[in-house]
């Protein structure tokens, strides 16, 4: 009885949705990555990725804070566009750790101001112009307030969009209203919810952002899977929204699917097998189904190499 108690102990301290204690599955896509950007070109603290259709990729950079789009360059990718960054009132050096391409613009999750001190979790929206070299946000959300107090360098690391046409078929529930999700009580929020990954949380949030102003509403939270997330990335062919860790957890990534009004961990996967443990904090799906594959990206925070960038595979869905 006591062995059995012992036992019981230990399940419960075991976090619940969390898929680090899971035996990874191999990698589904090809064991080898491939370096994908020339050397030197982008240099350390590349943090986030986002598609804009097949051959154009954004990519932000944490210090100095800065916006890139890329652009296909044979089997890799070229910085055609970029932008240094500041917060709403053109001051500061936002720390953007994540990005994302929506219809309500380009958006970073952002942890802190690069100069000043402390936590802050800002979303920003940009209105990228080939004519600048900097770019002040066009609106502001700050969750600091809303959130579990973090260090500054363990806030926001990933964000993504999923329609509201995804989540009202998969019934998904909101924790704030207490039932189903209904994109109508949130009149301005434009026609999808925002997820952000909170590093030190192990945790994701989801917002209803207004999209005339900075008010905003959390319609709910879960488990990423790790004690760690780095980045999120949200696959519409296949339902999957992926949570990613680094080298903190070996590169292993996470999918979560909509099952029940929430979202859970559905499987965890090594990194290709020929890939080294590299500081990946970037992560993201092409659209496109070429051969049976399509094509991955990650960025390395750390440059390893000279090389930022490096692409492989998954089987598309």
Known sequence: ??????????????????????????????????????????????????????????????????????????????????????????????????????????????????????????????????????????????????????????????????????????GFRDEHAKAPYDPAAYPRHGTGLYFLGLEDAGRIYAYALDQTGGGFTRVASFPAGFPKVMELEFDPASGSLWSVCDDTCSGKTATLKLSGGKFTVTATYARPSKMPNYNNEGFAITPRCSAGRRAVVWSDDGNDGGHALRTGTLPCA
Do not use: C
């Open 1 to 170: 009885m006591r062995t059995l108690l012992s036992l019981a102990a230990v399940l419960l301290l075991v976090p619940t949705g969390t898929a680090q204690a899971a035996t990874p599955l191999k990698w589904p896509g090809d064991p080898a990555v491939a370096v994908a950007d020339a050397a030197g070109v982008l240099g350390d603290n590349v943090s986030g990725l986002s598609f804009d259709g097949p051959d154009v990729l954004w990519a932000v950079k944490n210090g100095p804070g800065t916006l890139y789009r890329l652009v296909r360059d044979g089997s890799g990718w070229r910085p055609a566009d970029d932008w240094k960054l500041h917060y709403r009132d053109g001051h500061g050096d936002p720390d953007a750790e994540g990005v994302v391409v929506t219809p309500d613009g380009v958006l970073a999750a952002t942890e802190r101001d690069n100069d000043g001190d402390g936590s802050l979790l800002k979303v920003l929206r940009y209105a990228p112009r080939a004519a600048a070299t900097e770019l002040d946000a066009a609106a502001e959300w700050d969750l600091t307030g809303d959130l579990p107090a973090v260090d500054d360098n363990g806030g926001f690391e990933g964000i993504a969009w999923i329609p509201d046409s995804f989540l009202t078929a998969g």
